[in-house]
């Protein structure tokens, strides 16, 4: 039989193509379907939809609130309290309010646990929390910003992996229709049961939509 040469792959070419598959969120990789490792959110119906039944560690969770005020803060707040019971400090940089110290104190998150960073600028707050989550520096990061940067989402998600933390990004959920490297996204809505979580991602797992009637009254 004939034998014919096997096509040699250039070199440039097989660095650009890893390049787009590193960097393409909508591309699913042997890793995204590993055992997750998370913590328990403080909302059985909403563990129950999530892989590894909880907020993953080590990586990104965008909370893409439909307007302010529905309870975007008080979700993940379980989590946060039980990291603090545990002597892990908590990053709150640059909410869009004042974190209201009563109500952090009466939601059982000592004061003496919580770090709040205000920044200048988007570009200095991202940079800010991927030193903290690669420094190890916080058991949680909660990050107000906008940004549309693919870049800068995915600086973040490695940050998380780098740090093992639970890191959470606050979006509008106007960029749910942008891809992103979040290894969790959550669109909040309220209704008039309470608040109205749809899962348009999960590494791991599935999509799914919760209603948890809780987070109605820890949000008013």
């Known amino acids: 039989m004939p034998s014919y040469p096997l096509p040699l792959c250039n070199p440039t070419d097989a660095t650009a193509l890893l390049a787009v598959l590193q960097g393409e969120a909508r591309i699913w990789r042997g890793r995204d379907l590993a055992p997750v490792t998370a913590r328990p959110t403080g909302f059985a119906a909403l563990d129950h939809c999530l892989p590894g039944h909880g907020w993953p560690v080590g990586a990104l969770t965008e909370l893409l609130a439909v307007r302010e005020g529905i309870g975007e803060l008080s979700l993940p707040l379980p989590a946060l309290r039980a990291l603090c019971a545990q002597e892990y400090p908590i990053a709150f940089i640059?909410?869009?309010?004042?974190?209201?110290?009563?109500?952090?104190?009466?939601?059982?998150i000592p004061l003496s646990r919580l770090l709040w960073i205000d920044t200048a600028s988007d570009n200095d707050a991202r940079w800010a929390a991927e030193q903290i989550l690669r420094e190890g520096g916080a058991g949680a990061i909660l990050l107000w910003s906008d940004?549309?940067?693919?870049?800068?989402?995915r600086r973040l998600q490695l940050a998380a992996e780098t740090g093992r933390a639970l890191a959470f990004l606050y979006r509008s959920a106007a960029r749910r229709a942008h891809s992103s490297t979040a290894a969790l996204r959550l669109v909040l809505e309220s209704c008039a049961e309470g608040l109205a979580i749809e899962v348009i991602k999960?590494?791991?797992?599935?999509?799914?939509?919760?209603v948890l009637e809780a987070v109605r009254a820890a949000a008013g």
């Open 202 to 210: 999960a590494r791991g797992g599935r999509t799914g939509r919760v």
């Open 94 to 108: 640059a909410p869009p309010h004042i974190p209201y110290a009563p109500a952090l104190r009466k939601a059982g």
């Open 147 to 153: 940004t549309q940067e693919g870049r800068a989402l």
